[in-house]
């Protein structure tokens, strides 16, 4: 099936599940290498980053633990900046040797607050991985860790992203089709 639609909108097949399986199998690879010493946290970002989550720890080969979290977006009246706030994270997370699991990083901005946020709390290392990057959309300085597939700048679901909720369930990655 290689066009399918997603509530309103028609989307066709973009990343198939086989490739994005194997850049995760990249990605563990240089994780296996570089933080096997270290017993990691992995801090999933919910609710896009669940299949990712699930699919890159099963590929990883020592001691670490996972939680997640999600970030609640909102606008306050009085300033036009997006207000963000975390929440679920639990447990201390001073030096702890942290990685941030995310879907998809877009104009970075979600990903610098949360950076910010959890350095607050003073981990020892806290690095990021992503499943997608749009290098196009980058609007602040952010270089991530691990990125498996970067992407064009084009709206996508499937694979844990959702077009309105939608589309999580897709093993494969859909943009959207132009009308
Ligand atoms: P950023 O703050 O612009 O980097 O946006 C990051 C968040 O926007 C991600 O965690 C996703 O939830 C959402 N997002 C960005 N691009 C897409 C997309 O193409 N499809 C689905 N969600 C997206
Ligand atoms: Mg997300």
């Given at each position: 099936?290689?066009?399918?639609?997603?509530?309103?909108?028609?989307?066709e097949l973009?990343?198939?599940?086989?490739?994005?399986?194997?850049?995760?199998?990249?990605?563990?690879?240089?994780m296996?290498?570089?933080?096997?010493?270290?017993?990691?946290?992995?801090?999933c970002?919910?609710?896009?980053?669940?299949?990712?989550?699930?699919?890159?720890?099963?590929?990883?080969?020592?001691?670490?633990?996972?939680?997640?979290?999600?970030?609640?977006?909102?606008?306050?009246?009085?300033?036009?900046?997006?207000?963000?706030?975390?929440?679920?994270?639990?447990?201390?997370?001073?030096?702890?040797n942290?990685?941030?699991?995310?879907?998809?990083?877009?104009?970075?901005?979600?990903?610098?607050?949360?950076k910010k946020?959890?350095?607050?709390?003073?981990?020892?290392?806290?690095?990021?991985?992503?499943?997608?990057?749009?290098?196009?959309?980058?609007?602040?300085e952010?270089e991530?860790?691990?990125?498996?597939?970067?992407?064009?700048?084009?709206?996508?679901?499937?694979?844990?992203?959702?077009?309105?909720?939608?589309?999580?369930?897709?093993?494969?990655?859909?943009?959207?089709?132009?009308?």
């Amino acid at each position: 099936m290689s066009s399918i639609q997603v509530k309103d909108k028609l989307f066709e097949l973009s990343i198939k599940e086989e490739v994005i399986l194997e850049a995760i199998d990249k990605i563990a690879k240089a994780m296996n290498e570089d933080l096997g010493d270290k017993n990691p946290l992995f801090i999933c970002v919910l609710n896009g980053g669940f299949m990712f989550a699930s699919d890159l720890l099963k590929r990883l080969n020592f001691p670490c633990e996972i939680s997640f979290i999600r970030l609640q977006s909102y606008q306050k009246s009085s300033t036009n900046g997006q207000i963000k706030e975390i929440y679920g994270l639990q447990g201390n997370i001073e030096n702890r040797n942290v990685v941030i699991l995310e879907d998809i990083i877009d104009t970075g901005y979600t990903m610098s607050f949360l950076k910010k946020e959890l350095l607050s709390k003073k981990p020892n290392m806290l690095k990021v991985a992503t499943l997608l990057f749009k290098p196009k959309a980058l609007s602040v300085e952010l270089e991530p860790d691990y990125v498996a597939l970067e992407i064009s700048n084009e709206f996508i679901v499937g694979y844990g992203l959702d077009y309105d909720g939608h589309g999580r369930n897709l093993r494969d990655i859909y943009k959207i089709k132009e009308s």
